[in-house]
């Protein structure tokens, strides 16, 4: 019987490339998961570079990855809270809140209607029931206050 050779530690890149290839990270957070692995004196930068260039890491990709996760069951405000909590900004961030924002009625109505069977409140606590629950989920509150009276017409999209 042979003796098991312990394996080298994998290179950061290597770790890099295993992280990536089970999910979409922003960089941010593969730069936080790679600084608890990195020896003293490592440098990430240049490997986190190499990696945007190669196509292997993607802010972009990153946040229509959790868009498309997020998007049928909350609302604008959640998914953009969620996007700054892994260190994106700018450009990228305000085109997809203005993206969200268009679809936020029917997003909405879709969420209420499955969580209340489109049974619009009768009494003040159920409305504010219904509000809160919408609140909770990050959609505005012009659609939730349209959403919870009744308002079931598309005229005064935001």
């Known amino acids: 019987m042979r003796a098991k050779c312990p394996r080298p530690a994998p290179s950061l890149k290597g770790r890099a490339l295993r ?3 089970r999910r979409d ?3 941010a957070e593969l730069t936080a998961k790679l600084k608890r692995d990195a020896q003293e004196g490592d440098n990430i930068e240049p490997i986190l570079d190499a990696l945007e260039r190669d196509g292997w890491l993607s802010d972009s990709r990153f946040a229509e990855s959790v868009v498309h996760r997020r998007a049928s069951r909350f609302g604008a405000a959640r998914i953009v809270g969620e996007l700054k909590r892994h260190a994106l900004h700018g450009d990228l961030l305000d085109d997809i809140g203005n993206q969200l924002r268009e ?3 029917e997003r909405a109505k ?3 209607q499955k969580k209340f069977q489109g049974h619009v409140a009768q009494s003040p606590a159920e409305r ?3 509000a809160r629950f919408l609140a909770a989920r990050g959609f505005s509150r012009a659609v939730v206050s349209r959403l919870v009276s ?4 598309e005229a005064g999209d935001e």
Not at 150 to 153: F, H, K, L, N
Request: hydrophobic share 35%.
């Open 103 to 105: 679809t936020e009625w």
């Open 128 to 130: 504010a029931k219904q």
């Open 19 to 21: 992280y990536l290839s």
């Open 110 to 112: 879709a969420v209420w």
């Open 25 to 27: 990270y922003s960089r």
């Open 150 to 153: 009744g308002i079931d017409d």
